[in-house]
């Protein structure tokens, strides 16, 4: 089993709530099924470019004239984007790991979505075929941590709704989402027993992983 872990949090471990929830979650993986291989992204050490006019050419040009010939500076554009979906297409098992801010995900976690769902890469799209993926993620797991707390369905949630969606669109239906909610002690008295019952939730993932045939 091939997993890849994307973590968008620049806090360290003691600090950052959602990437406890990863501790926890890759901890007990790792002690069920220690066969696993782990490609850990940071994305602050390796930080995304900004979808730019000359990626969106050399991808998307192609698939609306099959002879279209990229220029050097568009052939250049794609270097990140081939680095980090050469780990995304060798993986069974997506791991995300951030904060809501602002109720979406951090910018650098969508520069790098932006950076990975390419036609020609990730997927295949075409008129007769429709939208294919080209990888072999089964499954995602989302552990995410948020100063406030977000009932099921909340307008205010566009982080889930935004990776479910994007993921979704190249064959990615499983979406497993671990979430510390209320985690601001300014307005939660229960922030600390919250956490608590995201890392339960997340070891039980790690479970749930362990036991599927891959």
């Known amino acids: 089993m091939n997993i890849l872990h994307v973590c968008a949090n620049p806090k360290p471990t003691e600090e950052a709530i959602s990437k406890?929830?990863?501790?926890?979650?890759?901890?007990?993986?790792?002690?069920?099924?220690?066969?696993?291989?782990?490609?850990?992204?940071?994305l602050y050490d390796e930080k995304p470019p900004f979808f730019s006019y000359e990626l969106y050419k050399r991808v998307w040009y192609?698939?609306?004239?099959?002879?279209?010939?990229?220029?050097?500076?568009?052939?250049?554009?794609?270097?990140?984007?081939?680095?980090?979906?050469?780990?995304?297409?060798?993986?069974?098992?997506?791991?995300?790991?951030?904060?809501?801010?602002?109720?979406?995900?951090?910018?650098?976690?969508?520069?790098?979505?932006d950076q990975v769902l390419l036609p020609g890469k990730t997927f295949s799209i075409n008129k007769e075929e429709g939208i294919n993926g080209l990888h072999k993620i089964k499954r995602i797991v989302l552990l995410v941590s948020s100063g406030a707390a977000y009932k099921e369905d909340d307008d205010r949630d566009a982080l889930s709704r935004q990776v479910r969606h994007a993921f979704e669109f190249v064959g990615i239906n499983e979406i497993d989402v671990v979430w510390a909610e209320g985690q601001n002690p300014m307005f939660f008295d229960n922030a600390e027993e919250s956490k608590s019952f995201a890392i339960e939730a997340a070891i039980e993932a790690a479970e749930d992983i362990a036991e599927m045939e891959i």
């Open 62 to 113: 192609p698939v609306f004239n099959s002879e279209y010939a990229p220029n050097k500076a568009e052939e250049m554009s794609t270097n990140y984007a081939d680095a980090q979906i050469e780990k995304f297409n060798d993986a069974d098992i997506l791991v995300l790991t951030m904060p809501m801010w602002n109720y979406s995900v951090p910018a650098i976690m969508k520069a790098w979505i």
């Open 20 to 42: 406890q929830l990863a501790s926890a979650f890759f901890g007990k993986l790792i002690e069920l099924k220690p066969e696993v291989e782990l490609i850990n992204v940071d």
